[in-house]
């Protein structure tokens, strides 16, 4: 049995075992900005609302631009998670009944921790996760465009009255707290997909248990650490807002099976989500699921070909392929093709990769050797299926690399391969920086290709046919819950739902109407006269 690592008992004779057992090769004293974080060489991954705890297996987070160790984790464990949910449980009816003001108070509380550590969260985003820095000062910056939505929702949460069809009676519709949350996010955005759920989740009064990707724990623990901060400083409950780091074995599937919590939201793969649609489904849970997704973009021969371009360009090679919504399929007019795609190909050699931390990056690593494999076995499958590699292809040289220390990172070349539809490999999701060209004859032709997958998260039109975009927008258009028009299908704004259809999942996250998925609804009928009428003119008289 592991001995609890407290903030009390690190102090003391375990402490010391601990560090003794950490090597001394950590590159934790290359980045100023992990100090200012809270961050230290090693860390307990596990607050529960009143201390930070772990007693599970020791992690070591790893730069993908470097290849080497930042700092340790010590993961929690079940008695670890068991600590969170109850004192999640003890500060549930507290919450809940806080009016949904002054929880919005708190929520902006968070925006405005989230502004004074932007600069450090969004460098320690771009270092372990491997975007580059404006990406991850974007992420950071999500979070706290979400705070000031969900801010201005906590004045607004709605009811309805509605008609009745009896006298001197009203139907009125009530929105309550759901009660407690788990959450599960990935590593592409450890801090953006959290925010989504938490500013909504706590204006909407629920108590909540995060568990973030392994390999990014020290940005869940440095966000958790931010917002625990805010939650004290008010004298509020720090179970309100708890977090669990540890395998998906030992906290995530407790997570996904435990009846106390009233809804998952889960950001990952198909297979796995479909497990957790499962499992949820089976105790008659609630699921918020962000999973795969096959995106396209169609560029038809009336387009302005410079700003399609530019669009694809970001949503093919941005976040080294590793978004959600990254473009996996370019569907290319035939009148076009011959003009776009080698402009194209000449876009992609001018993106040079580099440290992700340095300003003027566009190209940082993917994130672990995983991918690396990922990439190249879809490379050689491509090209078994007959596909044409047009840029790219490979790993990237450490020669070809401008920045110093990088040669043992996770580099590949942002690649577009020339692709049939008929291959079945165009049909799957490689998260990795691969872009099939596909060449098309017809606006029909285009949609019912943009269709003819699995998946269902985000799609785009290039055109300047109104006709056509509003077909596009239609029943017989896009299937996915994302159809941009004239704009990179890769990045969302936070006011509108975010969310897939098919293969890709089920709810919507962010902005509209996606705080319902948070509370429960009762419909009340009051009666304010002397009789007592039935609805439909049922007569049960005596």
Same mark, same amino acid.
């Given at each position: 049995m592991l001995s609890r690592f407290s903030n009390v008992a690190r102090q003391g004779k375990a402490a010391s075992v601990l560090r003794a057992s950490f090597s001394s090769d950590l590159t934790f004293h290359k980045y100023p900005f992990l100090e200012k974080l809270g961050l230290k060489e090693e860390n307990l991954g596990c607050w529960n609302g009143k201390e930070w705890v772990g007693n599970g297996q020791t992690h070591t987070s790893i730069n993908p631009a470097t290849g080497e160790p930042i700092a340790k984790v010590r993961f929690g464990n079940a008695d670890d998670y068991e600590s969170c949910l109850k004192n999640m449980t003890e500060a549930m009816e507290m919450w809940k009944l806080t009016p949904a003001p002054r929880r919005g108070e708190i929520v902006r509380q968070i925006g405005l921790k989230l502004r004074d550590h932007q600069e450090s969260l969004g460098s320690l985003i771009s270092l372990e996760m491997g975007k580059i820095k404006t990406e991850g000062l974007g992420e950071v910056q999500e979070f706290i465009d979400m705070c000031d939505l969900a801010v201005g929702m906590s004045r607004q949460l709605p009811g309805q009255m509605l008609p009745s069809e009896r006298e001197d009676h009203a139907l009125i519709e009530t929105w309550n707290p759901l009660g407690q949350v788990g959450i599960i996010s990935a590593y592409n955005f450890p801090c953006a997909v959290h #925010?989504? %759920?938490?500013? *909504? !989740?706590? *204006? +909407? &009064? %629920?108590?909540? =248990?995060?568990? $973030? @990707?392994? !390999?990014?724990?020290?940005?869940?623990i440095a966000q958790s650490k931010l917002i625990s901060e805010v939650f004290l400083d008010n004298n509020l409950p720090g179970g309100i807002a708890t977090m669990c780091q540890g395998s998906g074995a030992t906290v995530g599937q407790r997570l996904i099976d435990d009846k106390r919590l009233n809804l998952i939201s889960f950001t990952g793969s198909t297979s796995v989500g479909k497990g957790v649609a499962s499992s949820v489904a089976g105790r008659f849970g609630r699921t918020i699921l962000e999973l795969g997704g096959n995106n396209a973009v169609i560029v038809m021969d009336d387009a302005d070909l410079e700003v399609a371009l530019r669009s694809v360009l970001f949503a093919a090679a941005g976040t080294a392929g590793q978004r959600c919504t990254t473009l996996r399929r370019l569907l290319v007019h035939e009148k076009i093709y011959d003009k776009f795609v080698p402009a194209l190909v000449d876009a992609y050699s001018k993106i040079k990769p580099g440290n992700p931390l340095v300003d003027g990056t566009l190209l940082g690593p993917v994130h672990n050797t995983g991918a690396i494999k990922e990439y190249e076995d879809g490379i050689a499958e491509i090209k078994k299926q007959g596909g044409k590699v047009l840029y790219g292809g490979g790993r990237i040289d450490k020669s070809e690399l401008k920045d110093k220390g990088l040669e043992n990172g996770y580099y590949v070349w942002p690649t577009l391969v020339e692709s049939n539809n008929d291959m079945p490999i165009v049909k799957e999701e490689l998260f990795v920086p691969i872009t099939h060209v596909l060449k098309v004859g017809s606006y029909e032709e285009a949609v019912e290709i943009n269709n003819n997958t699995p998946f269902g998260l985000s799609s785009a039109l290039f055109t300047s046919n109104m006709r056509n975009v509003f077909r596009w927008l239609g029943p017989t #258009? !896009?299937? +996915? $819950? =994302? =159809?941009? *028009? %004239?704009?990179? +299908?890769? &990045? @969302?704004? =936070? &006011? &509108?739902?975010f969310g897939g259809e098919k293969d890709t999942g089920a709810g919507r996250e962010s902005g509209s109407d996606s705080w319902k998925q948070y509370m429960r609804r009762g419909t009340c009928a009051i009666n304010y006269g002397t009789s007592v009428p039935l609805a439909q003119g049922v007569d049960f008289s005596l």
């Open positions: #925010g989504w %759920n938490t500013s *909504v !989740s706590l *204006v +909407c &009064g %629920n108590t909540q =248990i995060w568990k $973030g @990707a392994s !390999s990014s724990s020290l940005v869940t #258009g !896009s299937e +996915c $819950g =994302i =159809i941009n *028009v %004239n704009t990179s +299908c890769s &990045g @969302a704004e =936070i &006011g &509108g739902a």
